[in-house]
C-alpha cells in the first residue's frame, strides 16, 4: 500500500495552493518604497561600432532621473566566465570582457547600449527614444562553420580569432581511432545540428536593485536559480562590493529551465544603479526582450562518427562538434559544450575508445548557455542518433544493437572520465519495453496505415551525470566555483521545524518534497516542516538549483544537519530520560529508552532545548539548530530508456506524438508525483525542441524568430498522455538518500526517441531518408519525402 | 504605448465623424493593433473604439442570407453563423482572442494568414461599410491591402447561406494562423475557392480549381498544385510547400463537403 507520508509518499505540492490561487510572492510583485524604472536601449543591430552616444535631449525629458552608458560601466569589472577551459594544446580558453552596457562595440541584437532610469517606465522609455546613436554597420558573425575560418571577421578585435577554445576529450589518441576506424567492420556517420532554442519560462527576468544609505547595504531581488551564487559573482568580480553588504532574494520563480542560473548585466545595472540613483531601481522583462537577453541553449553542429566490429560491437565513437558561445561568454557557457557534454559520450554502452573534440565559437547572436540538460541532451542525442542509423544500416534490431553494447558491470569507468556507480540498463529497457507495449505495435503500426497514415517506433537510451559535483573533480576540471550544498535545521521551541536551504525551487516543489524527509527521520507531521529557500540573508551559501542536483546535493546536506538534530536530541532525551543517548531510541517522534517503556516525545525535547532548566548545561549548549555542507563523493547517474510512436500525414508531412513511453531509473524517490510531473515535463519540453522550437537568425544577425508568432513552443495538444515507469531502481551509492535527480531526464531522453520515431515511419513508407534535422517540422518532412 | 486619445461612440455616424481626424485610428477588436501599440509601432492621435456601436453587432441567418455585425466576435460568428464559417470562427487563435476580436477588425487588417479573408472569397460574400456594398472579388487588394477608404467602417458583412462549404486550416506551428487555408464553397455563382496564407498577394482565388470542381466536384478533380511563383517562403514553410498544401487542402475540403 503507497504510503501517505515520508519518503515515498505523493503529498500534493503545498506551494500549488498559492501559485493556484494568484498568491505567490513572485519578483514583480515586490515593490520597494519610491522605486525608480530603468528601460534598457537594446542594440537592434548585430555588429557595429559606436562612434557616438548622445544623451542630452534624452537627459532634458520629463521624470529622467539618470541616463547611463557604456562609460559609466568602464571601471567596473565585466561579467565573469564561472569556468576556464583549457583547449588541446593546453591553452586557456579566449575570455573577452563581458561588459555590463556595451562599450566602443555592439555584438550582439539585444545587447544594453544605454539605460534611462525615470520615475515611470513610460518615462524612461520616452527617453530612450531621444538618445542619439551614431553608429558604423559591421558584416555579422553569424554562421559558426563561417566564423572559425582564417580571415573571419572577429566579434572580439583582441581576441586571435573567434575560436574561444578547441577542445580534445577521451581515451582516443589520434592513432588509436584511426587505427579503430580503419579495422571496422562497420562505420556509422552522421551530420547533425542542434537547434538553437530559447528556455522561455513562464515568468520573464525581474531585476530591483535597492541601497540602503543608512547602513551601505544593498538588497537585489533577482528572478534566480542561485542567489549565492549571483551575489558571489556580481561582489566579486563585477562590482567589487563586499558580500556582507549585499542580499539576494530570489522569491517565487516561475521557471528557470538553466536561463536563470547565470549572472546579467540588469543584476549588476540595477544594484549599481540603486546607489548611484538614490532610490531602487526596477527592471521587468518583456517577453520580447527575453527573446534577446535571456540565454540561448543548445546551438551544436556535429559529425559523430561510429566504429563497430563484425559482431556488432561498439569499438570507437569520435564526434567534432562546432558549439555556438554566443557574442560573450554567460556563466557556465563554456562548461557545457566540454564537461556536461564530452564526458556523457559514451552513453550507456561500453565502447573502448573516443574521442570527442568540441570547437566552440564567439558569434553576433546573443550568448548561448546551459538550458535543461545542458550538453548531456546534444550528447545523448547524437550518440542515439548515430546508433540508431547503424541498426537500420545492418538491418538489426535498434533495441537489440543496444541491449548488445550495454555497460553490465558497475562501478563502470568510462573512456571520458566518468565512474557510473550503478544502473541497470537492461532492466530499465525491459520495463520500457513493458510500459511502451512494444509487442503491439505492429498492430498499431496497421491501423496507422489503414488510415493513409505512417506509423513509426523510436526507442533510445539515456545517462546523465547529475547532483554536479564533486568540487575538487570539477576544479580540476576548470570550475571556478565548489559545486557543495548546505542546509540548516532549525528546531523551535515547540517542535516545528525551518529548514533553510542553498538549493532554489522555481517548479521543482521542494517545499513539497524536502520536508517528506525531515519528517521520515524524525517521524513527526510534514506540517511541522517548512523549507525556507532563495535569500542569502536568511539561508546557508548554498550552490542553488540546476543539473538536477537539488535533492542530491542540497537533500544530502538537509541529511546531514537532521543527523545532528536527532543526535543532540537524543543526548537531551537521555538526560531527561535519566538514560544514556547510546540507548536512546527515535521512532514517530518519540525517544524512548532500549528495552523499557521509558520515553519522551519530540515536542518535550525541543521544548527543553530552549527553556534548559532541567539541562546539561555543562556538557551541552542549549538550542536545536544544526548545519551542514555536502560535497558530494561523485556524480550521480540517472539512466533510462524512453520510446516514442509518431504519426506522419505523408499528404503534409504533418508529424503527431501519438504514444510515449519512459522507464527513467532515478534510484530513490521522495515523492513519485513530483517525479512524474518532472518527467512529463521535460518530455514536453523534448518533443517541443524535436518538432517545433527553432531559435532562428538570419545572416544580419537578426532574429527572426524573435516571439510567439514564429518560435513554437510545445502546446498540451502537441503532447499525448505519457506512459512513465520509475520502478527500475538502482540507488545511488554514495549519498545518503540514494538518489539520482529527476528534473532534466525527460528533455534529455526524448528529442532522439522522437526523431528515431519519424526516420522509422519515413522507412516503412519506403521513403530512403536516413535524418532530418531538429525540428522536423511539416515542412521539413515533407521536403525529404520530396527532396 | 504612447499617450492617444480615446473615444467610444454609440453610433456609425459618430465614428465615421470621429475618425475623421488626422490620425485617427479604428479600433475593433485589438487583437492586431493593441499589440503594435504595446510595441510603440504606431502612433495614432486618437483611438475610435467601434465596441459601443449596436448597429455594428449581431449574427443572424433569413431567407438563406446570413448577416454579420463589423462588430461580431469570432466567438458570437462561432456561435450563430452558419457551420462552415463557425467552424472557421472556432478555430481561430484562442478564447480570449475569440471574445475580443471582430471579423470586421480582421478584414480591415487583412492578414495575409487570416482565416475569414478565404471564407469572404469563396462565398462571394458582400462587405458592408458606412459608404458602400464592396464585393469580396474587390476588397481583398493583397497583403495588408484593401478597398477601403480612409476612415471607412466595416459595419457588417452579408453572405449568400452556400449549399456546402468547408474551411481546411493548416496551421502555422509557432502562431497558429494559416500556414495554408483553403475555404471551399458550392454557391449559387458555382464553385468558389478561396485561399490564405500562401500567396505573397495575400488571400486568392484558385480559379483553376473552381474550374475544374465546376466540371466535376470531386478531390479526384483538383487540379496539381498551383505554381509555388509568389508563394510565401519563411521560416515555417517553402513557396513550393505552400503550393502544394493549396491542392492538398482543397482536396479535403472537397472530400469534406461530398
Known amino acids: 500500500m503507497p504510503k501517505d507520508s515520508g519518503i515515498g509518499a505523493s503529498p500534493k505540492r503545498r506551494e500549488d495552493v498559492r501559485f493556484l490561487t494568484g498568491n505567490g510572492n513572485y519578483t514583480d510583485d515586490i515593490n520597494v518604497h519610491g522605486q525608480a524604472y530603468v ?18 535631449a534624452a537627459e532634458a525629458m520629463p521624470g529622467v532621473v539618470k541616463i547611463f552608458t557604456g562609460d559609466d560601466f568602464a571601471e567596473v569589472g565585466g561579467i565573469p566566465c564561472g569556468w576556464g577551459v583549457t583547449d588541446r594544446h593546453g591553452e586557456p580558453q579566449q575570455e573577452p570582457k563581458h561588459p555590463i552596457i556595451a562599450h566602443g562595440k ?37 554562421n559558426m562553420k563561417s566564423a572559425a575560418e582564417d580571415g573571419a571577421t572577429k566579434v572580439h578585435d583582441d581576441l586571435t580569432s573567434n575560436v574561444c577554445y578547441d577542445w580534445v576529450f577521451g581515451n582516443g589518441e589520434d592513432d588509436a581511432m584511426e587505427a579503430a576506424f580503419a579495422s571496422a567492420a562497420h562505420v556509422t556517420t552522421l551530420e547533425l545540428v542542434n537547434n538553437r532554442l530559447v528556455a522561455n519560462p513562464m515568468e520573464p527576468r525581474v531585476a530591483i536593485g ?13 528572478t534566480s536559480q542561485n542567489p549565492h551564487v549571483i551575489r558571489l559573482l556580481m561582489c566579486a568580480f563585477v562590482l567589487g562590493l563586499p558580500e556582507h553588504k549585499v542580499r539576494v532574494v530570489a522569491p517565487d520563480v516561475g521557471g528557470g529551465f538553466g536561463s536563470k542560473i547565470f549572472h546579467y548585466a540588469e543584476e549588476a545595472f540595477c544594484t549599481h544603479a540603486a546607489k548611484a540613483c538614490g532610490r531602487a531601481v526596477k527592471w521587468s522583462s518583456t517577453r520580447s526582450e527575453a527573446f534577446i537577453s535571456d540565454a540561448h541553449g543548445r546551438d551544436h553542429l556535429t559529425t559523430i562518427d561510429l566504429a563497430l566490429d563484425a559482431d556488432n560491437n561498439f569499438t570507437a565513437l569520435r564526434t567534432r562538434t562546432h558549439a555556438n558561445m554566443g557574442a560573450y561568454l554567460s556563466t557556465f557557457s563554456t562548461s557545457v559544450p566540454t564537461y556536461l557534454h564530452g564526458t556523457l559520450m559514451a552513453g550507456n554502452y561500453k565502447t573502448p575508445l573516443i574521442q570527442v573534440n568540441v570547437k566552440s565559437l564567439f558569434t553576433n547572436t546573443v550568448p548561448v548557455d546551459a538550458y535543461r540538460g545542458a550538453g548531456r541532451p546534444e550528447a545523448t542525442y547524437s550518440i542515439e542518433r548515430v546508433i540508431d542509423k547503424a541498426a537500420r544500416e545492418l538491418g538489426v534490431d535498434p533495441i537489440a544493437l543496444r541491449r548488445q553494447n550495454f555497460v553490465t558491470e558497475f562501478p563502470y569507468e568510462t573512456p571520458v572520465a566518468l565512474t557510473y556507480d550503478t544502473g541497470d540498463y537492461h532492466g530499465t529497457m525491459d520495463k520500457l519495453e513493458a510500459a511502451a507495449d512494444i509487442s503491439g505495435f505492429a498492430a498499431r503500426r496497421a491501423e496507422s496505415e ?32 565548489g559545486l557543495y550544498d548546505a542546509a540548516t535545521v532549525r528546531v523551535n521551541a515547540t517542535g516545528s521545524i525551518s529548514v533553510f536551504v542553498g538549493a532554489h525551487s522555481h517548479g521543482q516543489g521542494h517545499e513539497t518534497a524536502f520536508p517528506q524527509v525531515v519528517a521520515e527521520m524524525i517521524g513527526i507531521d510534514e506540517s511541522m516542516i517548512d523549507i525556507v529557500h532563495g535569500d542569502t540573508g536568511r539561508v546557508p551559501f548554498g550552490m542553488g538549483t540546476y543539473g538536477s542536483r537539488s535533492i542530491a546535493v542540497c537533500g544530502s546536506a538537509m541529511v546531514r544537519a537532521t543527523e545532528k538534530i536527532i543526535a543532540k536530541a537524543k543526548k537531551i532525551a537521555a538526560h531527561l530520560l535519566e538514560a544514556s543517548d547510546a540507548d536512546i531510541e527515535l521512532k514517530d517522534g518519540v525517544f524512548t529508552v532500549a528495552g523499557t517503556e521509558k520515553s519522551i516525545d519530540w515536542g518535550s525535547v525541543t521544548l527543553t532545548a530552549y527553556v ?45 506524438v501519438e504514444r510515449f513511453a519512459a ?32 531559435c532562428v537568425y538570419d545572416e544580419d544577425g537578426q532574429l527572426l524568430s524573435a516571439s510567439y508568432m514564429d518560435y513554437a513552443m510545445p502546446r498540451a495538444d502537441d503532447v499525448p498522455f505519457y506512459a512513465v515507469d520509475h520502478s527500475s531502481q538502482t540507488p545511488c551509492t554514495h549519498n545518503p538518500l540514494g538518489v ?36 522536423v517540422s511539416p515542412s521539413r518532412v515533407w521536403a525529404a519525402m520530396n527532396g | 504605448m504612447y499617450n492617444f486619445e480615446f473615444e467610444q461612440p454609440s453610433t456609425v455616424a459618430e465614428a465615421v465623424a470621429a475618425l475623421a481626424d488626422e490620425d485617427a485610428q479604428a479600433l475593433g477588436g485589438g487583437q492586431t493593433l493593441i499589440p503594435t501599440l504595446k510595441q510603440r509601432l504606431a502612433s495614432p492621435s486618437k483611438l475610435v473604439s467601434l465596441a459601443g456601436i449596436a448597429e455594428m453587432k449581431g449574427v443572424s441567418i433569413a431567407d438563406g442570407v446570413l448577416t454579420i455585425g463589423g462588430g461580431a466576435t469570432h466567438a458570437e460568428v462561432a456561435a450563430d453563423a452558419c457551420a462552415p464559417l463557425a467552424a472557421l470562427a472556432a478555430n481561430i487563435g484562442d478564447p480570449a482572442v475569440r471574445n475580443r476580436g471582430t471579423i470586421g477588425g480582421s478584414l480591415a487588417n487583412n492578414d495575409p494568414a487570416a482565416c475569414y479573408p478565404s471564407a469572404m472569397l469563396a462565398l462571394n460574400a458582400t462587405i458592408v461599410t458606412n459608404a458602400r456594398e464592396i464585393a469580396a472579388d474587390d476588397y481583398f487588394q493583397g497583403m495588408f491591402e484593401t478597398a477601403l477608404d480612409e476612415g471607412e467602417i466595416i459595419t457588417g458583412v452579408r453572405i449568400n447561406v452556400p449549399d456546402g462549404a468547408n474551411y481546411q486550416k493548416f496551421e502555422q506551428p509557432a502562431s497558429r ?44 478533380a483538383v487540379p496539381a498544385a498551383p505554381s509555388a511563383d509568389g508563394m510565401i517562403s519563411d521560416l515555417h514553410g517553402t513557396a513550393a510547400y505552400r503550393a502544394h498544401l493549396v491542392a492538398v487542402l482543397t482536396k479535403r475540403a472537397v472530400a469534406a463537403i461530398g
Open chain 1, 39 to 56: 528601460h534598457f536601449l537594446r542594440a537592434d543591430v548585430a555588429h557595429a561600432t559606436i562612434n557616438g552616444l548622445d544623451t542630452s
Open chain 1, 106 to 142: 555592439i555584438r550582439h541584437v539585444g545587447e544594453i547600449v544605454a539605460a534611462v532610469v525615470a520615475d515611470s517606465l513610460e518615462q524612461a522609455r520616452d527617453a530612450a527614444e531621444a538618445i542619439e546613436l551614431d553608429l558604423s554597420d559591421l558584416p555579422a558573425v553569424v
Open chain 1, 210 to 222: 535597492e541601497h540602503n544609505k543608512s547602513n551601505d547595504e544593498y538588497t537585489l531581488y533577482t
Open chain 1, 450 to 481: 489503414a488510415k493513409g497514415k505512417l506509423r513509426g517506433l523510436g526507442v533510445n537510451c539515456y545517462i546523465e551525470a547529475c547532483g554536479i559535483a564533486p568540487s575538487n573533480v570539477v576544479g580540476m576540471l576548470g570550475a571556478r566555483a
Open chain 1, 612 to 656: 534548559p532548566a532541567n539541562y546539561p548545561l555543562d556538557e551541552l549548549e542549549p538550542g536545536l539548530e544544526e548545519t551542514a555542507f555536502y560535497d558530494p563523493a561523485n556524480f550521480t547517474y540517472p539512466a533510462g530508456a524512453y520510446a516514442c510512436e509518431v504519426e506522419i500525414d505523408p499528404e503534409t508531412g504533418k508529424v503527431t
Open chain 1, 663 to 694: 522507464a527513467d531509473d532515478f534510484g530513490n524517490i521522495i515523492n513519485p508525483m513530483i517525479v512524474d510531473g518532472q518527467v512529463h515535463g521535460g518530455i514536453g519540453q523534448g518533443i517541443g525542441q524535436a518538432l517545433l522550437e527553432n
Open chain 1, 740 to 775: 539520482k535527480g529527476c528534473g532534466e531526464a525527460g528533455a534529455i531522453g526524448s528529442p532522439p526517441a522522437v526523431v528515431n520515431a519519424v526516420i522509422d515511419a519515413l522507412q516503412s513508407g519506403g521513403h530512403d531518408i536516413t535524418h532530418i534535422d531538429m525540428p
Open chain 2, 177 to 220: 494562423f494559416a500556414l495554408v487555408g483553403v475555404f471551399v464553397a458550392k454557391t449559387a455563382e458555382g464553385v468558389r475557392v478561396g485561399v490564405t496564407g500562401a500567396s505573397e498577394e495575400g488571400a486568392f482565388r484558385w480559379t483553376e480549381a473552381e474550374a475544374a470542381l465546376n466540371g466535376s466536384f470531386s478531390a479526384d
